[in-house]
């Protein structure tokens, strides 16, 4: 299994622009999951889904989009990038409920490190 | 600790030692952590969870301890090894105290940067 692959591996966008950031994974996981993470500072989660066609906000989602149209993919959108969301994206998913459950813990991909300018 | 802006504390270790790094949570409703390792250009690497019944558990050269009382979680790495240089973190679960129902509700703290020295 290849786990969580994200892509692109770097991007850098001119304010205002749009983007979208790719992510999929192959372990059939149900929750998928997005977060950031700012220099020195914990992952912040943006948007999660507990399966197809279901997504719900985190802690903080303003100026992001996502969709679940198949298990396997999660994309996440950004609309009018600003260079608050300069910052590194980490997609990840997992088997049983969410972080919650005891021995499914989170699988994350190596990120998209995005520079708004 | 956790409140430190941009600058991670860092533990340098000999390699052969053991390492302990701690992590300080923030609320005692939550019943589950988890120990992430984080390796330079990579994504969060799982190591270790434990539930709030418990106070210790033992992985492959690995322990976590938790302490309720105080709101302390650490990890403790044996016969520490360069290959274990990273940065370690920990996550708490806040599970129905936190936002959004139960989901997606970890916590992670900043982080703590082990360096190993041949």
């Known amino acids: 299994n290849a786990g969580v692959t994200q892509t692109p591996k770097f991007r850098i966008l001119k304010i205002g622009q749009s983007m979208t950031l790719q992510c999929t994974q192959d372990?059939?996981?149900?929750?998928m999951y997005w977060y950031r993470q700012d220099p020195g500072m914990g992952l912040k989660l943006i948007y999660y889904?507990?399966?197809?066609?279901?997504?719900d906000k985190g802690e903080v989602p303003n100026g992001y989009n996502v969709s679940r149209s198949t298990t396997e993919d999660f994309p996440l959108r950004l609309e009018l990038a600003a260079p608050s969301q300069t910052s590194v994206y980490f997609c990840?998913?997992?088997?049983?409920?969410?972080?919650?459950?005891?021995?499914?813990?989170?699988?994350f991909g190596n990120g998209t490190r995005l520079t708004v300018t | 600790g956790e409140n430190v802006g941009l600058h991670l504390p860092t533990l340098s270790v000999q390699e052969g030692d053991n390492s302990i790094i701690n992590c300080a949570y923030s609320n005692s409703a939550s019943d589950y952590f988890i120990w992430y390792k984080q390796e330079s250009g990579k994504g969060p690497q799982f190591i270790i969870d434990i539930r709030s019944n418990m106070d210790k558990r033992q992985g492959q050269r690995v322990t976590v301890l938790l302490n309720k009382t105080v709101k302390h979680l650490s990890l403790q790495i044996a016969a520490t090894q360069p290959g274990d240089s990273a940065v370690y973190f920990c996550?708490?679960?806040?599970?129905?105290?936190?936002?959004?129902?139960?989901?997606?509700?970890?916590?992670f703290g900043k982080g703590t940067k082990l360096s190993v020295k041949p």
């Open positions: 372990m059939n996981h149900n929750y």
């Open positions: 889904s507990v399966g197809a066609g279901i997504t």
């Open positions: 996550a708490e679960n806040l599970g129905a105290s936190g936002y959004g129902g139960s989901q997606g509700n970890l916590i």
């Open positions: 990840a998913s997992s088997h049983g409920q969410g972080a919650i459950t005891y021995n499914s813990p989170l699988h």
